[in-house]
């Protein structure tokens, strides 16, 4: 598998997700700048996170009319995975190959710290080596990572099972306690309907060995690996 991660100006988990993708996993590994037109001939898509252009008029915002993004959404309007982590997700929602939007965590700071996340569906590309209701303990960066949509639209994501992590605590508990950010029904990661997209806001490129911490990620990205191998 060939992995394209995608820069822009103020990213600053590409460089994580290169040595994830190139030395962890051996796979060949591509970076892409913002203003290429062409993706390589990668298989698979990785959104790093970041401040892209800054955040400045929203997160993600600017980063979503960078050139390669016209190539990222017609590859994935192919069916081709595609991962957006963090400033990833919220780049993501821009371009409308994920509904709702990120915005300001309800406490107004910035959080840095350790997350519970439980998965929800273990029937994605992305969760296929994961147990139902499993436990992952996952970094979390970020000022702008509460998820919000339409009342309409949370039913609809719902109903389609398309949330994949939900915030929680340790024992699987999922309420506002364990929600860090805010973001309705303690969403932390969905999919796409087609199931090939993946956003969330927890890092998994900075859990890939017990030495820092937690080596949870690391399922992720061999799910990923696992089911296109099949």
Not at 200 to 229: K, Q, T, Y
Request: one cysteine or more; glycine letters at 10%.
């Amino acid at each position: 598998m060939r992995v394209g991660i995608i820069i822009f100006p103020g990213s600053n988990c590409d460089h994580d997700a290169e040595f994830t993708f190139r030395d962890v996993l051996k796979l060949d590994t591509k970076l892409i700048w913002h203003k290429d037109t062409s993706l390589q001939d990668v298989d698979m898509v990785f959104i790093p996170g970041g401040f892209s252009f800054g955040d400045y008029l929203r997160s993600g915002a600017i980063a979503g009319n960078s050139p390669i993004m016209k190539e990222v959404v017609n590859f994935a309007n192919k069916g081709n995975p595609v991962i957006g982590v963090c400033n990833g997700f919220q780049i993501l929602t821009e371009v409308g190959l994920l509904p709702g939007a990120l915005m300001k965590n309800n406490s107004l700071k910035f959080i840095c710290d350790m997350a519970s996340l439980k998965v929800e569906n273990t029937n994605t590309l992305f969760t296929s080596q994961c147990s139902k209701d499993q436990i992952l303990r996952i970094p979390i960066a970020h000022g702008e990572g509460n998820f919000e949509a339409t009342h309409d639209m949370l039913e609809d994501i719902e109903a389609k099972q398309q949330v994949v992590f939900r915030y929680s605590n340790q024992t699987g508990d999922v309420n506002d306690a364990t929600n860090p950010n805010g973001s309705w029904h303690n969403i932390a990661g969905i999919v796409n309907k087609k199931g090939n997209v993946l956003g969330m806001m927890p890092h998994p490129e900075r859990a890939i060995a017990s030495e820092l911490g937690s080596d949870d990620g690391l399922i992720i990205f061999e799910s990923l690996l696992n089911s296109v191998n099949a």
